[in-house]
């Protein structure tokens, strides 16, 4: 089955500073990846989405991600932290055990940003 | 465009009383649907996930059951609420059908239910 790992569930930088979230994934065939963002008491909004169209995507607020096969990973990065850019960030990849399509959340990051 | 309501927003509920929380989906037809919960500090868990109506499938044995009583509308339910049943909870969509395309599997989600049991 497959899995997504993501290392630090706190991440805290300066206001200005790049913001690194990290992303590993474990799957047996060729993934979709996802990045959501939460805000407090709100839902889940998608960042971006690798489809396999290209291993650099570009999502909204001026994150992107680079999908790397060699290392299963998806990091999300930002070069310049904002302070709204405070929230839960979850990794997703696809899944179809079990005959339906979903979602395989990792356990999420929260990111800090400090004046 | 499609959008996704869920109610209430809060919800404060003494233990052993029961729960009905519900999400409606509107602007797409025959979604698959997803309930979500979210404990303090923790991330998401998948509790079902619907392909159509009366068509449920849990993926956590637990002291919750959901139903869909029609296409776009999914509740959840339980008859007797557990202190460990508080948390955030999470309604989501996705496209019908198991195209292997990632629009297939990109969620949708709505604004989340807290749920405080006491």
């Known amino acids: 089955a497959q899995s997504v790992t993501q290392l630090g569930s706190h991440v805290s930088v300066s206001e200005g500073a790049l913001v690194l979230l990290r992303c590993n994934y474990s799957?047996?065939?060729?993934?979709?990846l996802f990045w959501y963002v939460q805000y407090p008491n709100q839902g889940l909004q998608l960042l971006l989405k690798?489809?396999?169209?290209?291993?650099l995507v570009k999502g909204i607020n001026g994150f992107e991600a680079e999908f790397k096969k060699s290392e299963t990973s998806f990091h999300l990065t930002k070069p310049s932290a904002h302070m709204s850019d405070a929230a839960e960030y979850f990794c997703?990849?696809?899944?179809?055990?079990?005959?339906?399509?979903?979602?395989?959340f990792g356990a999420g990051t929260r990111l800090a940003v400090h004046p | 465009s499609q959008t996704i309501h869920q109610w209430p927003a809060t919800l404060v509920q003494p233990v052993g009383s029961p729960l009905s929380l519900e999400c409606t989906v509107e602007?797409?037809?025959?979604?698959?649907l997803y309930w979500y919960r979210q404990a303090a500090g923790r991330g998401l868990q998948l509790l079902f996930y619907?392909?159509?109506?009366?068509?449920i499938s849990s993926e956590v044995p637990q002291n919750l059951s959901a139903s869909r009583p029609q296409d776009r509308q999914f509740i959840l339910s339980s008859k007797k609420l557990l202190l460990s049943d508080s948390g955030f909870y999470l309604c989501?969509?996705?496209?019908?059908?198991?195209?292997?395309?990632?629009?297939?599997?990109?969620?949708?989600f709505g604004p989340g239910t807290r749920l405080t049991v006491t």
């Open positions: 619907s392909v159509g109506i009366g068509q």
């Open positions: 690798y489809t396999s169209a290209a291993t």
């Open positions: 997703a990849v696809s899944d179809e055990s079990g005959g339906y399509n979903k979602l395989i």
């Open positions: 602007g797409t037809s025959n979604p698959n």
């Open positions: 799957s047996s065939v060729p993934p979709y």
């Open positions: 989501a969509w996705s496209v019908p059908g198991t195209l292997a395309h990632a629009s297939s599997y990109e969620q949708y």
